[in-house]
């Protein structure tokens, strides 16, 4: 490249500045005016020449003084003639004659003997030397200055002054040695201190698992549970030599390594010590800036470092200690403090380092190529060598009576006397039922302080730092770290204003992001610190006490309006309670007391929900706001009627391990994230090859390694990695417009690549509500002919089956439940009656005639498990109870007396199925006139055996109106949809058809089976015939290349095919998931995602697990933001799906660009700095302020504002930063840009009016960078890097598939328009006071009107140019524009027609053909 240069440059073989002209001639030399001339020395003021005479007559109190001047006193004034030196010191003495006013032009400049011709033109205008005479370097009209000179005159060019040397040895060099030695000495005899006191250390270590085990004296947990929960004795960890434990990174994941220290009064000083250092560093280097501008010493510049080359070597020296330095305080931030205590046993330590291995979920792994593969293996290596993936944090231990402890992520750890570890608890009150209702007395105060003093108390603090803390930690990070350090390097090299403004642009930015975070961390802690006040059964007595003061196996009662502090079951009465901002579920449950009975109670299984009451719910209504009590008695002296027991509270409780998650979130990895570190490792290896070029061409100097440093920074810009969330900001804004909100911001580009979307049925799909159709009654086995409409029309022992089997309450003439259990009620027309008081009676319900009375004895409620719920009821006209079991029309059939069930009834219930209804059905026994003490000592499966099977319920799932129109859009977008449902297989088949998810005229083969252990049984839903083999079917493609037929299978048959593995191959062809449990849905999310990016779509309900599972979860909830899944949306429509993954897509190409852009900008930058470096010049001051302020900041923002697509495209964007596609267009745009810069410096260099008049920097100093732009080569450069820096915006504003057209972006439009028209004005127009600001077309005023320019005063400095302008030729001028015009047509065409066009398109379709497509195929 350098020879390229050279030879454009000159044809000559030497690369000498101004030698030849454009035809190969040796240039003439040019005359240069506007020169000042030397003084002149002689012997006495009468040897001055007329032009020089000193005044004839000074005032009458001044004297001519040996200066030339008048002065009062001559005693003070220096003559310029001695050259420092005294008089006794020079063989004669000489007087200055006056300084000469004027300037004078020297014919033929030459700058090796620039000084000589000075002198000879100076002595020619003064009439010293003939006018006619010619330049004869010995003879300059008067003698060179020298200390024994004895002519009559001579010059006064004393001979350059050496500078000043630094000894070293000053007095603050010495207190530099000596503060940095003693540092040295004093951080030995600290680590040989600390080595001594803590050489048995690595023994007192102990690992502890964030299980919690079950707390002393308290009822052991379940056997299955014991290893798991049972602290560090059940940890299987390999031992190091000598019994210590290994470090964490070896530890297994969930396992915490812990360390004690105690403080120490010398670590403590030391401690003080390196802090005092940092900042010391900082302000080293500030002193050294500093006393480059003069700032030090009196306005002298140097004035503490002696000289340039000085004080650039020690500013070198010191940047490269301090970025050591401050590399080592960033990485040890968390563990530095400790370094400085003593490491000791954890019973004696004021400080308990807790180290825990943390794991990143890598999403949408599989998008590798070579390299990246290569650099995460290496990078992996390291962090297992170097414990890189360890986070350390330290507690204080405190003591809460008897016990010391730790809180850790908001759980408390309690030192064990047994393990000598810390442990965290808790306390399991009992697993059934009946063992729980045992807990109801409550506890003790001493019970309860003991159990707080184990677990914490109920409240989950949370910290929120202050404004200037938060920014201090947002900037104590490597990134704001390069930046600093690079800042540094700008400020010493006199770019300051540009230093400033970068450092705005950063430290603005660094404050937005304090400012969002803190907000959210205050928006959390609002979440968190929740406290009111309670009433407690303590010491048998009810007392009003904080929820803080809370334990497990308190009894709380309950009132209307209360907001839930704890996890807990209800133990008398009941409780409607709004648990909306848990699951996002908008209708009320309604929560049952516990049964007199040993069911099984788990707070986790879907089964015992229906007890439980859960901490941030609402109870809207109670059994008790009153107190029954004795007459009179009031509030204090009775017994509430709803309580509750308290199981789980801090973070046990689900809403307390909510709030760990969100402040503790697992790291996840996007592929971008992953190769973004390659690209950044590419661009430091690129900045890398600029430094070295860079100090090669500038001379081996330590002015080249400012140029370097300063090369290094540009090419790896400090704003690129905020580029990449820019995209993510304004899609979520976008989104949160549309009414979707997000609490994961990555996981908005993960929406981009999604590929699979999960579908809930019930609610999401189709409409909240099913609208009830009718009854088809069973009797003798027999099967009525048509459904019954009416409720009230049906045998009476139906109606009140169907009036009392569900668990709907009344909240104030509102119906409280299930939605088909409301349904189901409000079509029975029967009224749910204030409570009789009857210790048997759940409910009493009344016909609408009022005639019959009907009480609920016994309920159980629905379990997925089961599938099934059961209700006894009395009537009280007859005094006979009977059984009722309602559930899905499959489970009833099996419970059902088998001569009970018609021969066609699952033919009859799966053609209802396929009409689209949802079948339920209903069972019946009549137990007579049973005691109902009896009847409440039975067992669920004691009431239930022996029912009769006595009718269909039937409902309608009608879809919501746009489903069917998203769904299309989805697929048309290259997504494939899936039902996951709980709902019967075909109905689901039903909806999937309705709603497109299945083709038209597709076979569906349903795969069924009693028990996951039974054999899969195959048919086709349409003819209900039997398929032995479904590989022939399977076999079968359309025209597409997919199988023509589609599969769907049932919860029990998922679980055959997940157990025998044959999941896998069929995971495809299986449009619809029915009879899905919760846990079944998390699997099936779990086996997309091993395939493909998935995304899981449901109402917040039964399908929280699968949507916190899946790569994106979006819930259709009420809340703003749903806790239950990264995204929510209060639009309740799968519309908000299209809008998510268009977002996405339109996000991650907008991250994409920006990335370009800044990648751009980096190349583009290093060439325009090598180029420069080169010709020894530097573009103006204003076009760097330009660049790296408006263009680099301005423009970034103005191309993410590009608008989203309005339609899914059909494909998704690349999210690879490595992807070919994604470097063609950077090294493409770079190599057009090259070629154009290159072009444009030869067309220069063709010019006759050029060659010449070139720069040369033989008489520069380089280190004054500001110096070197008023010529030829910088403005080219500058106009010619000006457009192609702008033109990048416009080339990655294209929107491809995924934005919308280039023009919508109307802020880049306006911002881009505007950069070229300046420019454009700045290249074409004559000179000018706009031009004269980038020093473009401009040059000294008279010299500029000499070209023939009618410019009035250009206002500018003077130029340092011999030819003092560099105003190009007008024809030139449009050349140059026309050329930059043609760079900007070829790298938009570039980007347009082969990157995103069909030249690219068809080169990846061939090499797709040619290599093969690994990308895994889907049927849409």
């Not at 000289?307 to 040890?332: D, E, K, P």
């Amino acid at each position: 490249m350098i020879n390229l240069l050279c030879g454009l440059k000159y044809s000559a073989p030497t690369c000498v500045a101004n030698s030849v002209d454009a035809a190969g001639n040796t240039c003439p030399l040019v005359d240069r005016s506007g020169l000042s001339c030397p003084v002149l020395c002689v012997r006495d003021f009468s040897d001055c020449p007329d032009a020089l005479q000193p005044p004839s007559k000074c005032a009458a109190d001044e004297q001519l003084c040996d200066d030339g001047a008048c002065h009062r006193s001559c005693d003070a004034v220096e003559n310029p003639c001695l050259c420092g030196l005294a008089a006794a010191d020079v063989g004669a003495t000489y007087k200055s004659c006056p300084v000469y006013a004027g300037t004078v032009t020297v014919q033929h400049y030459d700058p090796s003997v620039k000084q000589e011709q000075i002198e000879f033109a100076c002595a020619q205008e003064w009439g010293l030397v003939s006018s006619n005479a010619t330049f004869d370097r010995s003879d300059t009209g008067a003698a060179v200055w020298a200390a024994n000179e004895t002519a009559s005159a001579m010059w006064g060019d004393c001979p350059l002054a050496q500078d000043p040397e630094l000894t070293f040895t000053e007095s603050f060099c010495l207190a530099f040695y000596g503060i940095i030695g003693a540092e040295v000495v004093l951080y030995l005899l600290w680590h040989v201190y600390k080595s001594i006191r803590e050489r048995h250390a690595a023994r007192m270590r102990r690992v502890c698992s964030q299980s919690p085990t079950t707390a002393a004296g308290e009822q052991p947990l379940m056997e299955k549970d014991a290893k798991v929960q049972s602290g560090t004795s059940s940890i299987d960890i390999p031992m190091s030599i000598g019994g210590s434990v290994p470090p964490a990174s070896r530890l297994p994941s969930g396992v915490l390594l812990l360390r004690g220290f105690k403080n120490d009064v010398a670590g403590t000083l030391m401690y003080c010590l390196t802090l005092l250092s940092t900042a010391g560093w900082i302000v080293l280097l500030a002193v050294i800036v500093s006393d480059y501008y003069g700032t030090v010493r009196g306005g002298v510049a140097y004035g503490l470092l002696a000289n340039s080359n000085t004080s650039m070597a020690v500013f070198i020296f010191v940047w490269h200690l301090a970025a050591v330095w401050l590399i080592a305080m960033v990485a040890a931030k968390r563990r530095l403090r400790n370094y400085f205590r003593i490491e000791c046993a954890l019973p004696m330590a004021n400080v308990v380092q807790v180290e825990e291995r943390e794991d990143e979920v890598i999403m949408t792994q599989g998008n590798q190529n070579r390299l990246t593969e290569l650099v995460s293996s290496v990078r992996d290596a390291a962090v297992r060598r170097f414990g890189l993936d360890v986070v350390a944090e330290s507690c204080a231990a405190r003591l809460a009576g008897r016990h010391r402890y730790f809180e850790y992520r908001c759980t408390r750890y309690v030192l064990s006397d047994k393990t000598g570890s810390f442990e965290c608890h808790s306390f399991v009150l009992g697993d059934t039922h009946r063992s729980l209702l045992e807990c109801r007395d409550g506890l003790s105060t001493a019970e309860a302080q003991e159990r707080q003093a184990q677990i914490g108390e109920n409240f989950i603090g949370v910290f929120v730092p202050s404004f200037p803390v938060g920014l201090m930690q947002e900037l104590f990070s490597f990134f704001y770290l390069y930046q600093l350090m690079t800042m540094w390097v700008w400020f010493y090299f006199n770019y300051y204003k540009m230093a400033l403004v970068q450092m705005g642009v950063i430290l603005i930015s660094a404050n937005i992001k304090v400012f969002i975070r803190l907000r959210s961390e205050r928006r959390i802690k609002g979440l968190a610190e929740r406290r009111n006040r309670c009433r407690v059964r303590r010491d048998g007595a009810w007392v009003e006490l904080d929820t803080a003061e809370l334990a497990p196996g308190d009894v709380v009662a309950v009132e209307a309006g209360m907001e839930v502090m704890c996890d807990g079951c209800v133990l008398q009465g009941e409780v409607v309670a709004d648990e909306s901002s848990l699951t996002g579920e908008a209708m009320p449950v309604r929560k049952l007391p516990l049964k007199r009975d040993d069911i099984a109670y788990d707070p986790q299984s879907s089964s015992s929900k229906a007890y439980s009451v859960y901490s941030g719910t609402r109870v809207l209504q109670c059994t008790g706001t009153a107190y029954a009590g004795a007459a009179g008695a009031g509030i204090e002296g009775g017994e509430p009627q709803t309580q509750v027991l308290v199981l789980r509270t801090r973070t046990g409780t689900d809403k307390g391990k909510l709030i760990q998650r969100i402040l503790f979130p697992t790291r996840y990895s996007f592929v971008l994230d992953e190769q973004l570190r390659v690209a950044i490792l590419i661009l430091l290896a690129y900045g890398g090859v600029g430094f070295s070029l860079s100090i090669w061409l500038m001379g081996h100097d330590l002015t080249s390694w400012l140029y370097g440093t300063f090369v290094l920074s540009q090419t790896l810009p400090p704003l690129l990695p905020a580029a990449l969330v820019i995209g993510q900001s304004v899609a979520a804004d976008r989104l949160r417009r549309q009414h979707i909100y997000c609490v994961d911001l990555p996981r908005i580009l993960c929406a981009a690549k999604v590929r699979v979307f999960l579908f809930d049925k019930t609610g999401t799909l189709t409409k909240e509500g099913l609208e009830y159709y009718g009854v088809q009654q069973i009797a003798a086995g027999q099967i009525a002919g048509e459904q019954q409409q009416d409720m009230q029309q049906l045998p009476a022992h139906l109606q009140i089956g169907f009036a009392a089997c569900h668990a709907v309450a009344d909240l104030d003439g509102q119906l409280i439940g299930n939605p088909v259990d409301v349904e189901q009620f409000r079509q029975t027309g029967w009224r749910i009656q204030a409570r009789r008081g009857d210790a048997h009676s759940l409910d009493t319900l009344t016909s609408p005639d009022g005639r019959t009375t009907a009480h609920v004895v016994r309920r159980f409620e629905f379990e997925h498990a089961r599938q099934s719920m059961a209700v006894a009821v009395q009537d009280a006209g007859t005094g006979h109870v009977h059984v009722f079991v309602k559930g899905s029309f499959e489970r009833i059939g099996q419970l059902a007396r088998a001569g009970s069930v018609p021969a066609d009834y699952d033919a009859t219930a799966a053609a209802w199925a396929r009409r689209g209804c949802y079948v339920l059905a209903l069972a019946h026994r009549d137990l007579g006139a049973a005691d109902l003490g009896d009847v409440g000592r039975m067992t669920r499966a004691q009431l239930e055996a022996g029912c009769d099977l006595a009718s269909l319920l039937l409902f309608r799932n009608n879809l919501k109106e746009d489903t069917a129109q998203a769904i299309a859009e989805l697929r048309r977008g290259d997504t494939r949809t899936v039902m996951v449902t709980g709902d019967t297989a075909m109905t689901a088949v039903y909806v999937a058809r309705e709603c497109g998810m299945v083709p038209e005229n597709s076979r569906v083969l349903l795969g069924e089976s009693k028990t996951p252990a039974d054999e899969i049984q195959w048919t086709d839903v349409d003819t209900r015939e039997p398929v032995g083999d479904i590989q022939p079917c399977l076999a079968e493609l359309g025209s597409d290349g997919f199988p023509t037929t589609e599969l769907a299978v049932g919860g029990a048959a998922f679980e055959r095919l997940c157990a025998t593995g044959e999941i896998g191959a069929l995971l495809p062809s299986i449009r619809v998931f029915a009879r899905m449990t919760p846990g079944g849905k998390v699997e099936c999310a779990k086996w997309h995602m091993r395939y493909a990016v998935t995304a899981m779509c449901g109402d917040g309900g039964n399908d929280t697990g699968a949507l916190r599972a899946a790569h994106v979860g979006l819930a259709l909830s009420d809340a703003e933001a749903s806790i239950v899944s990264p995204f929510s949306s209060s639009r309740r429509s799968i519309g908000a799906c299209v809008a998510l993954l268009r977002e996405g897509r339109s996000g991650l190409a907008t991250s994409f660009s920006a990335f370009k852009f800044l990648v751009n900008y980096a190349t583009t930058m290093s060439m325009l700095e090598i180029v420069q470096f080169y010709f020894s010049v530097i573009v103006p001051q204003a076009v760097w302020i330009m660049v790296d302020s408006i263009i680099s900041v301005g423009l970034l923002l103005a191309v993410t504002q590009a608008r989203t697509a309005r339609r899914l495209a059909a494909g998704r964007p690349t999210a690879r930063l490595l992807g070919a596609h994604t470097l063609a267009s950077i090294w493409g745009q770079t190599a057009i840009n090259y070629a154009f810069l290159y072009g444009a410096m030869a067309l220069l260099f063709a010019q006759g009016w050029f060659r010449c008049h070139e720069f040369d920097s033989r008489d520069i100093d380089t280190s004054l960078w500001w110096l070197l732009g008023d010529n030829y080569e910088a403005e080219v450069i500058s106009i010619v890097c000006l457009f192609q820096f702008i033109n990048a915006a416009g080339v990655y504003n294209y929107g491809y598939r995924y934005r919308r057209a280039w023009a919508t972006n109307y802020l880049l439009v306006l911002v881009y328009a505007a950069c070229l028209a300046v420019v454009s004005a700045v290249t074409l127009a004559d000179p000018n006071r706009f031009g004269c600001l980038f020093r473009i077309n401009c040059g000294n005023t008279p010299t500029v009107r000499a070209l023939g320019y009618g410019a009035a005063s250009l206002d500018v400095s003077d130029y340092n140019s011999p030819i003092g302008h560099n105003v190009l030729p007008r024809r030139f001028r449009w050349t140059l524009w026309g050329l930059c015009v043609a760079n900007i047509a070829v790298c938009l065409a570039y980007e347009k027609l082969v990157v995103l066009g069909p030249v690219g398109r068809r080169v990846k379709a061939w090499w797709a053909a040619r290599h093969g497509d690994r990308k895994l195929r889907l049927k849409l």
